[in-house]
């Protein structure tokens, strides 16, 4: 898909950064209204992060303008922001193919240019990275510049506290760029919120004002418009030429020049696909999952859900407003998240986290030393596990049953349907020995109708289908893909359904019937669900070859889901072709 640049003759000009610094300052209001243009007219057609992109555009340009980059070191936390920087830095035509597979990648990444000076998915890690490479900047002795650009929803993070508290100590050149849009995904919340607010009110009223961050050790300057062109090129060059740590608080506006997403930015955060809802009724696992929440709120006063600033991904919206005294989003703080409801349980609450795969990598000390230590029951929904598909390898749910299974007490559930996730969901909460998890992939169900909660016994599987040779043990959602090889090998088929406990009794009744066994799993084979089985097996001296299928020892990079499954051979016909390959050998 290509895109007429005459449309945009300003821009054209401008789609290096050289070339950027070329044009004379009266001419970058122009450039801005074309970017946003140019963002409008191809995000509006494909799909991708939306908002955050259009309120950011007078900063990115001011940014390159004015520093030399990429002599200059400039971040983008998160990198749903970078957009209009990856067009400004050689990569304008190329911006159509972003997030999708052997496109641009969805964030900065430093492989795909020079520009991109350190890589980011995961939010709030800007001010550290650009902290270290400020003090390698100074011990080169080259003069070069860093600059971080850092929202007020990932400020919160406790990574960011770290690395204000250690910049202000030893006050290397860095100049951190706060874009203040009151948002992240969703609306910001905490006390650090509120002291923005207040700097904006004190602003306004020409109060005399101390900041945070001056408390810090940073020279604290605005807050100023961040969508003023004009002072901010004159800001940043006053600025370029100061001495240690600094921070310029601008006020943006989230999806400004686009009118649906200024009044709606958590909506249009990221576009779908042509923007078109489906009519078609089956549920998210978010959803059920958002749903259980609500049902088991009816009757147990003691549940606290608990969220890092994902409140509507996670499909928490409606809970979160039938009930409020119940529900706690703790901002972009992962590990607060895991040991603050560590202390709920310890208090006799029923603390139920929900957390995406990858985001619950930031808190792996607190599920061992806070949770599962102490054998706290906290149920952990571990959404977005396996293949994510777009947001490319900083958000693939691949190592969540590796690094969790090694954790002593901790159950593990891998529901195959939208149904099971329900009941799973129900069967973990009602344990109260210890942690638990319940693991679900991102999108729609199978359309499995939900039924009325029932326990489900403890590490007990399914026997879905009775075979010859072969036994196909999976682990989770790609139940379907595995039933259809099955048919077609003729092949014994069993829904695990529970990585811990793990169902050695079906392990050990197939041994004397079947020839093979092969796992199956959506999550990294190295010390997944799979290696359970083989490490079971090997204690009990079952001489019996076994194949495991699932994510290779890589990172997998940015597509649709059904694209890297087909990639991956994770589709019916993939892990057909493994298994008939792998036992032909024999």
């Known amino acids: 898909m290509n895109f007429d640049m005459k449309k945009y003759p300003i821009l054209s000009l401008a789609t290096s950064v050289k070339n950027l610094r070329y044009l004379p300052i009266n001419k970058l209001p122009q450039l801005c209204l074309e970017l946003r243009k140019y963002l409008l007219d191809i995000i509006l057609i494909t799909e991708g992060h939306f908002a955050s ?34 067009i400004l830095t050689g990569r304008a035509k190329k911006i159509v193919s972003i997030r999708k597979k052997n496109g641009l990648h969805p964030f900065p990444f430093r492989e795909e240019s020079q520009y991109d000076t350190f890589g980011s998915g995961h939010s709030s890690t800007s001010i550290s990275a650009g902290l270290g490479l400020s003090i390698a900047a100074q011990k080169e002795g080259k003069n070069r510049k860093t600059i971080c650009v850092i929202g007020d929803g990932a400020i919160t993070a406790g990574i960011a506290f770290e690395a204000m508290n250690h910049a202000g100590e030893v006050q290397s050149d860095l100049l951190v760029v706060l874009n203040d849009n009151e948002m992240s995904i969703s609306k910001n919340i905490g006390a650090l919120n509120k002291h923005l607010k207040y700097l904006k009110s004190i602003q306004y009223n020409h109060i005399l004002k101390s900041s945070f961050f001056e408390n810090l050790s940073f020279r604290y300057l605005g807050p100023f418009d961040g969508h003023n062109i004009f002072n901010l090129i004159h800001l940043l060059k006053d600025i370029k030429y100061k001495k240690g740590s600094c921070l310029l608080h601008l006020l943006t506006k989230k999806g400004k020049g686009y009118l649906p997403a200024e009044l709606d930015p958590i909506k249009w955060h990221t576009v779908p696909y042509n923007n078109v809802s489906s009519s078609n009724k089956i549920l998210t696992y978010s959803e059920v999952f958002g749903s259980w929440l609500c049902e088991i709120a009816n009757i147990d006063k003691k549940l606290v859900a608990i969220t890092p600033a994902m409140c509507t991904g996670s499909g928490m919206l409606k809970f979160s407003r039938l009930f409020p005294k119940q529900y706690f989003d703790v901002a972009i703080a992962e ?3 895991v040991t603050f409801a560590a202390g709920l349980a310890a208090a006799g609450y029923n603390p139920v986290v929900s957390i995406y795969s990858t985001f619950l990598q930031r808190a792996y000390d607190q599920i061992i030393h806070d949770v599962a230590l102490q054998k706290l029951s906290v149920l952990f929904a571990v959404d977005r596990g396996g293949i994510v598909g777009n947001d490319g390898p900083t958000h693939q749910g691949a190592f969540d049953l590796a690094y969790l299974r090694c954790i002593p007490g901790l159950v593990i559930m891998t529901p195959s349907n939208e149904n099971e996730c329900r009941q799973m969901l129900y069967t973990a909460y009602m344990y109260k020995k210890g942690p638990t998890v319940v693991r679900y992939p991102k999108g729609k169900g199978t359309g499995e109708p939900l039924m009325p909660m029932q326990i489900v016994p403890l590490g007990q599987s399914i026997l879905k289908r009775i075979g010859r040779n072969i036994a196909i043990l999976n682990f989770g959602t790609l139940l379907k893909a595995a039933l259809s090889v099955a048919n077609n090998l003729n092949a014994t088929l069993v829904d695990m359904r529970f990585v811990k406990p793990l169902d050695t009794k079906i392990i050990i009744k197939l041994s004397a019937t079947c020839k093979f066994f092969v796992t199956i799993e959506e999550g990294i084979i190295s010390g ?59």
């Open 335 to 337: 590990q607060h998240a």
């Open 528 to 586: 997944g669900a799979g290696s359970s089985v083989n490490e079971f097996i090997m204690i009990k001296k079952i001489l019996i070859p076994v194949l495991n299928i699932g994510l290779p020892d890589a990172f997998i990079y940015q597509g649709s889901q059904e694209e890297i499954r087909h990639d991956y051979k994770l589709d019916a016909e993939g892990i057909e072709e493994k298994i008939f390959s792998w036992v032909s050998s024999y």
């Open 53 to 86: 992109g259009l309120g950011v555009v007078e900063i990115t340009v001011a940014l390159h303008y004015v520093y030399n980059t990429p002599f200059d070191n400039l971040l983008w936390d998160i990198g749903h922001q970078a957009y209009p920087h990856k």
